[in-house]
Each structure stands twice: as structure tokens, then as C-alpha cells.
Nanobody, 126 residues
Framework: QVQLVESGGGLVQPGGSLRLSCAAS????????IGWFRQAPGKEREGVSC????????YYADSVKGRFTISKDSAKNTVYLQMNSLKPGDTAVYYC???????????????????WGKGTLVTVSS
């Protein structure tokens, strides 16, 4: 049974940092493309960042380039999202999800993901 469990969300002031974690079980991330997505209140879900199974391909949304970094620890079967210089516009529920075909995620699309975590809330506010 596949499970993705996010953690690391919370309340942070503008300009602050958070690191999100997504721990996977039931599959090996070395063989899966996995990404981070977010959904703010009243807005559609959007792709934030994605990393291929071998780590050679990475996607970032334009809105987070230069501020967010995705990484993966194969030994822990966990993917991370380091978020720096956070802005109020980054406030959202953040989800991790796996892409069975390794395509849509790396283009920033959320359609076609097969497994999703339950999400972790990030609030950027003073």
C-alpha cells in the first residue's frame, strides 16, 4: 500500500523559511517522478516543483524559481522542498504526489498523478 506523508508546514513570517518533507512508503522514489503541488483558498491547484526518479530532471514554477529547492534522500525515501524568502502569496496547502509516467509533473501539471499525500498547511503572514 502506497502512502505519502507530508510534514513541515506551519506559520512563518514573510521572508522566512520552511522545509517540507514527504516520506514515501510502498514505492521507491528512485523509480518515480514526484512533485510538490499547492492549493490556496479559492484558487486552483498548481504545480510548484518536481523531480525525476534519477534526479536528472527538475521543474520549478516561475513563481518559486530562485527561492525553492527540491531534493531527495534515497536512503530515507523522502523528498524535500526547501522554501526560502517566503511571501504571503505562498500561503497554501502543499501536497506531494507521484507521476507514474514522469511527464506531466515535470511540466507543472497536476493531472495524472497517481498517489497523493494529505497535505500540509503553509501560512506566510506577519
Amino acid at each position: 500500500q502506497v502512502q505519502l506523508v507530508e510534514s513541515g508546514g506551519g506559520l512563518v513570517q514573510p521572508g522566512g523559511s520552511l522545509r517540507l518533507s514527504c516520506a514515501a512508503s510502498g514505492l521507491t522514489l528512485d523509480y518515480y517522478t514526484i512533485g510538490w503541488f499547492r492549493q490556496a483558498p479559492g484558487k486552483e491547484r498548481e504545480g510548484v516543483s518536481c523531480i525525476s526518479g534519477n534526479g536528472d530532471s527538475i521543474y520549478y514554477a516561475d513563481s518559486v524559481k530562485g527561492r525553492f529547492t527540491i531534493s531527495k534522500d534515497s536512503a530515507k525515501n523522502t523528498v524535500y522542498l526547501q522554501m526560502n524568502s517566503l511571501k504571503p502569496g505562498d500561503t497554501a496547502v502543499y501536497y506531494c504526489a507521484t507521476d507514474p509516467y514522469g511527464t506531466n509533473c515535470l511540466m507543472g501539471y497536476s493531472e495524472g498523478m497517481d498517489y497523493w499525500g494529505k497535505g500540509t498547511l503553509v501560512t506566510v503572514s506577519s
